[in-house]
């Protein structure tokens, strides 16, 4: 079905306070130069003790609103892709439409992981061309800080805090949807969690300190295997060649893991954008968060060809091929 929905608007917010790796070198047997040499990342920002993903949520859709001069009043869904929700209920989402007062709207959380910001913009390509909404905004918050164990130099050097705010709209002449594909491995699922009520995966037990745990090299063996084959097939449902690519946004995981993948599937590194260096691995909330930095260096523009990619706990990936214009 051909798209009906346009991205028209984009908000980001990161916190004020930064992690540098010479910080992270007190905490833990770390440097500044291991930290760059396998990740990249030089700093993660990291939310004050009273900022929550709601509040993160709340300022990058001020800003998408300041930006864009949209109004929010209209807003008929509201979609919050986060794994570090303030509370287990209500959603983000129903926070975000108690804070600014939008009457009529649908509210809901989802959790796809690093995955999760473009499983809320195929779900909300799906309902504005579908008929059933208008006007979705889709946005990726988390304070990975908060479930971050800070004695575990192998997880604690990566993961930072941030949000990014889309809003989708209906416009039949001219969309920004041209093709996506997913994919889920959920025997994968063990190679990175944050445990809940379960206290076992698969029959095995479960680290239960209720922070992040992952097993980084697997989940770099599956990421550097699973996105490059996809893309392919992406490229295919749009009927177009990488070289008709003007910007790869994978999520922005690990500087090195990118890398690879660009070499897997022939797509230059130099058209990558992430968000890794300043930010650290935000989850969700990379792929916005690179975008803009991609915006603010006045690299993207309108008419651009976009591959976004994200992948993570799940195991679970989407990729969206989108047309970036927002008139």
Same mark, same amino acid.
């Given at each position: 079905?051909?798209?009906?929905?346009?991205?028209?608007?984009?908000?980001?917010?990161?916190?004020?306070?930064?992690?540098?790796?010479?910080?992270?070198?007190?905490?833990?047997?770390?440097?500044?130069?291991? !930290?760059?040499?396998?990740? &990249?990342?030089?700093?993660?920002?990291?939310?004050?003790? /009273? +900022?929550?993903? #709601?509040? *993160? $949520?709340?300022?990058?859709?001020?800003?998408?609103?300041?930006?864009?001069?949209?109004?929010?009043?209209?807003?008929?869904?509201?979609?919050?892709?986060?794994?570090?929700?303030?509370?287990?209920?209500?959603?983000?989402?129903?926070?975000?439409?108690?804070?600014?007062?939008?009457?009529?709207?649908?509210?809901?959380?989802?959790?796809?992981?690093?995955?999760?910001?473009?499983?809320?913009?195929?779900?909300?390509?799906?309902?504005?061309?579908?008929?059933?909404?208008?006007?979705?905004?889709?946005?990726?918050?988390?304070?990975?800080?908060?479930?971050?164990?800070?004695?575990?130099?192998?997880?604690? !050097?990566?993961?930072?805090? &941030?949000?990014?705010?889309?809003?989708?709209?209906?416009? /039949? +002449?001219?969309? #920004?949807? *041209? $093709?996506?594909?997913?994919?889920?491995?959920?025997?994968?699922?063990?190679?990175?969690?944050?445990?809940?009520?379960?206290?076992?995966?698969?029959?095995?037990?479960?680290?239960?300190?209720?922070?992040?745990?992952?097993?980084?090299?697997?989940?770099?063996?599956?990421?550097?295997?699973?996105?490059?084959?996809?893309?392919?097939?992406?490229?295919?449902?749009?009927?177009?060649?990488?070289?008709?690519?003007?910007?790869?946004?994978?999520?922005?995981?690990?500087?090195?893991?990118?890398?690879?993948?660009?070499?897997?599937?022939?797509?230059?590194?130099?058209?990558?954008?992430?968000?890794?260096?300043?930010?650290?691995?935000?989850?969700?909330?990379?792929?916005?968060?690179?975008?803009?930095?991609?915006?603010?260096?006045?690299?993207?523009?309108?008419?651009?060809?976009?591959?976004?990619?994200?992948?993570?706990?799940?195991?679970?990936?989407?990729?969206?091929?989108?047309?970036?214009?927002?008139?």
């Amino acid at each position: 079905m051909t798209s009906k929905a346009r991205i028209s608007a984009i908000g980001t917010y990161v916190p004020e306070k930064r992690l540098t790796n010479n910080d992270l070198a007190k905490m833990v047997d770390t440097s500044d130069e291991w !930290i760059i040499q396998r990740t &990249g990342i030089k700093e993660r920002r990291i939310a004050g003790e /009273e +900022e929550f993903a #709601s509040t *993160l $949520a709340i300022k990058a859709i001020e800003n998408l609103a300041a930006n864009s001069n949209q109004s929010l009043h209209d807003v008929d869904f509201i979609i919050v892709a986060t794994t570090t929700a303030d509370y287990g209920f209500p959603s983000v989402a129903a926070q975000i439409q108690s804070h600014f007062k939008i009457e009529q709207t649908g509210a809901i959380d989802l959790s796809a992981a690093c995955a999760g910001f473009t499983y809320g913009l195929h779900l909300a390509n799906s309902m504005i061309t579908s008929g059933m909404h208008k006007k979705i905004l889709v946005v990726a918050t988390e304070t990975l800080s908060k479930v971050t164990d800070y004695t575990d130099r192998t997880t604690c !050097i990566l993961f930072g805090d &941030g949000a990014g705010a889309f809003l989708v709209e209906y416009d /039949e +002449e001219n969309p #920004s949807f *041209l $093709a996506s594909h997913m994919g889920t491995n959920g025997e994968g699922g063990i190679h990175i969690y944050r445990t809940a009520l379960s206290e076992k995966m698969n029959g095995e037990p479960l680290n239960n300190s209720g922070k992040m745990v992952q097993n980084g090299r697997e989940v770099y063996k599956w990421a550097t295997r699973t996105i490059p084959a996809s893309m392919d097939t992406l490229l295919k449902k749009a009927n177009m060649k990488k070289e008709q690519l003007d910007w790869f946004v994978p999520h922005s995981a690990n500087l090195r893991m990118i890398e690879s993948i660009c070499d897997k599937s022939g797509v230059p590194i130099e058209n990558a954008l992430t968000s890794m260096v300043p930010y650290g691995n935000t989850s969700s909330s990379s792929i916005p968060l690179a975008i803009q930095i991609g915006l603010d260096e006045q690299k993207i523009k309108n008419g651009d060809h976009l591959l976004l990619y994200g992948f993570g706990g799940g195991l679970t990936h989407l990729g969206l091929i989108i047309k970036w214009n927002l008139v």
